[in-house]
Each structure stands twice: as C-alpha cells, then as structure tokens.
Nanobody, 124 residues
C-alpha cells in the first residue's frame, strides 16, 4: 500500500503559477510511475502529466504541454507539478496517482493508488 497526499493548491490569478507536490508514504521501496490527473466540476477526470520511476520519461496532455512540468525527488518520495501560465480552464481538483506497472499512462484506471486531491482555482 502507498498513501499519497497532495499539497500546494490554492487560488491564483490567470497567468500565474502554482507548484503542486505529492508526498508518498508506505511501501515507497517499490518503483512507482506517477501521474497527475485533474477533474473540473461537471467533467470527467482527465490526464495532465506522468513521469517514469527514474524521472527520465515524462508525458503531458496537449492542453498543458509547454506550461506544466512534472518532476520527482525519489529521495524524498515526492512528485511535483509546476504549473505556469494558468488560465481558467485549469481550474480543477488535481490528483496524483501511482502505479507499479504502468500500462497506458494517460488512463486513470492504469493507476492503483490515488491521493485525495488538491483544489486549484484560477481567477480571470
């Protein structure tokens, strides 16, 4: 079992930046690929970004490419999502997720563990 806790969400003006963090605890000795998903009100959860266990491979949704950067610090069991040039369409609850056996990284069902989410609200 792995427990994930997100932090760093909040209210930001359009054009601003936020940095989300996801701290893992529990069986962190396993090699987990990590992902960030988001869910806006009335919409389905959607993929935002993913990173391999070693950090050498990263993946982004088209909607965030060039604005978001995913990274990880395995020594601290933490994954980050740097979000720049935020706009109102980025408003959502952001979730981090972990999987030991990544299949389709952009699909939520590929992940076995989820955090509770952190709210990001972008005001225009």
């Amino acid at each position: 079992q792995v427990q994930l806790v997100e932090s760093g969400g909040g209210l930001v003006q359009a054009g601003g930046s936020l940095r989300l963090a996801c701290a893992a605890s529990g069986r962190t000795s396993r090699r987990y690929a990590m992902g960030w998903f988001r869910q806006a009100p009335g919409k389905e959860r959607e993929f935002a970004a993913a990173i391999s266990w070693g950090g050498g491979s990263t993946y982004y949704a088209d909607s965030v490419t060039g604005r978001f950067t995913i990274s990880r610090d395995n020594a601290k069991n933490t994954v980050f999502l740097q979000m720049n040039s935020l706009n109102s369409e980025d408003t959502a609850v952001y979730y981090c997720a972990a999987t030991e056996f990544p299949r389709d990284r952009v699909v939520a069902t590929s992940y076995d563990y989820w955090g509770q989410g952190t709210q990001v609200t972008v005001s225009s």
